[in-house]
């Protein structure tokens, strides 16, 4: 899935659907007709066009699709992948030219790994990366073919980037509360740790993300010195292995830890459920091992033989290779298998394996089970594959 010359960045990324207008403008007759035959007599809205897009935001669902996305100096464009292979032509396209991006963007609740583009048109573009370390080298990269060419920008970028200045007289009670809020605060989950449940916990990229869309910080470093001022002042507290791990450290910058696996909860909700492993379901305990990889692959199907783009999360202790379907809200594996006992192996590129459906060439791997299950699996570079193999082969 290589490009030509010029090219920035590459990758996989989740989209937003747009309304479409047309369809739009239909249900908007279509509603006419329905309230004519019904007999009513309401006073229908005389501006037909933001009636028809009221009707779209309402009830138009914006469904969520992978596309492979190329960044150039000037525009992003995306494809649609087919049968594990990109298509010739791209899918669409979005003009950097005068655009404004927001990350971390939190409108998704449920997505918490969201860049916001706004184009100069005013059209939303909402793109969803894997991991936070790749929606934000994803969002540096972007921000960086926006204003190319406009070096005072860019050495702005990079001053705010690197800043440490706090607000004047802030309040850390003030950002506690906020933190509380129910419809605006940071959202509490349940997490699992090496076999301890915790309730009302947040991760410690969670905060971060959330002071920095609330603008009580402009950069990732202010945002975890402002998070270690709320450690320290006994406001949150770690839980779990890994945050408590880093408590241990004499330096308050390195007690806070900016990461998707160290857990956090208000000091005052300190009651934790604990559950031992074993009064644990089999299908929880597969998902509380240590995350060591994870990205989007494309897989093909066992039934329909078809390929699919899902996101792959590698976890050890124990060993599990679980995958996801992007286009979803729900948080859940989609499929996964225990990796003791697993083969795992490099497919030759030249032509199409036994088993493989489809012209479906290059980068390509395979997984087989103890069960004698196979699972062929595209990556979108021979590094990439590389990469893979190397972290799932110890864990078999």
């Given amino acids: 899935m290589q490009e030509a010359a010029g090219v920035l960045k590459e990758g996989f990324l989740v989209k937003r ?26 006073k229908l809205p005389t501006n037909g066009y933001v009636a028809a897009v009221e009707v779209a935001m309402g009830h138009i ?85 926006i204003h190319a060419g406009h070096p005072v920008q ?39 740790q090496q076999g301890n449940r915790y309730k009302e916990t947040f991760t410690g990229s969670a905060l971060v993300d959330w002071l920095i869309s609330n603008s009580f910080a402009v950069s990732r470093f202010e945002a975890i010195t402002l998070a270690s001022m709320l450690m320290e002042e006994n406001f949150i507290k770690p839980v779990g292995a890994r945050s408590t791990e880093a408590t241990r450290f004499s330096d308050l910058s390195e007690q806070f830890l900016d990461d998707s696996t160290a857990l956090y909860m208000f000091a005052e909700s300190s009651k934790k459920n604990i559950s031992s492993k074993e009064e644990l379901q089999f299908n929880i305990s597969e998902l509380s091992g240590t995350i060591v990889k994870q990205g989007f692959l494309v897989k093909q199907g066992h039934k329909r033989k078809n390929w699919k783009v899902r996101r792959f999360v590698l976890r050890a202790d124990p060993a599990f290779l679980h995958y996801y379907d992007p286009t979803k809200e729900e948080n859940r594996p989609v499929g996964g298998f225990s990796l003791r006992g697993c083969l795992v192996s490099a497919l030759e590129d030249n032509g199409v394996p036994a088993g493989v459906k489809g012209n479906v060439q290059g980068n390509l791997f395979k997984i087989i089970t103890k069960n004698d299950i196979h699972y062929y699996i595209q990556a979108s570079s021979k590094a990439e594959r590389a990469q893979w193999i190397e972290a799932i082969k110890p864990l078999t």
């Fill in 61 to 145: 669902v914006r469904n969520w699709k992978v596309r492979w996305f190329v960044l150039l100096q000037d525009k992003l464009l995306y494809y649609k992948i087919e049968g594990g292979k990109k298509e010739p032509s791209p899918k669409g396209r979005i003009l950097l030219d005068g655009c404004t991006i927001t990350c971390p963007c939190l409108e998704y609740e449920n997505r918490p790994l969201l860049i916001k583009l706004k184009t100069k048109t005013n059209t939303d573009y909402f793109l969803e990366c894997c991991s936070r370390e790749e929606r934000d080298s994803w969002a540096l990269d972007i921000t960086g073919a």
């Fill in 154 to 192: 860019v050495q702005e970028l990079h001053r705010m980037k690197n800043s440490f200045k706090l607000l004047e007289n802030i309040s850390l009670h003030h950002i506690v509360e906020r933190m509380c809020d129910s419809s605006t605060g940071i959202k509490l989950t349940r997490n699992l």
């Fill in 17 to 42: 659907g747009k309304v479409n207008l047309p369809s739009a403008l239909l249900m908007y007759q279509n509603a006419i007709v329905s309230v004519s035959l019904q007999g009513s007599h309401e």
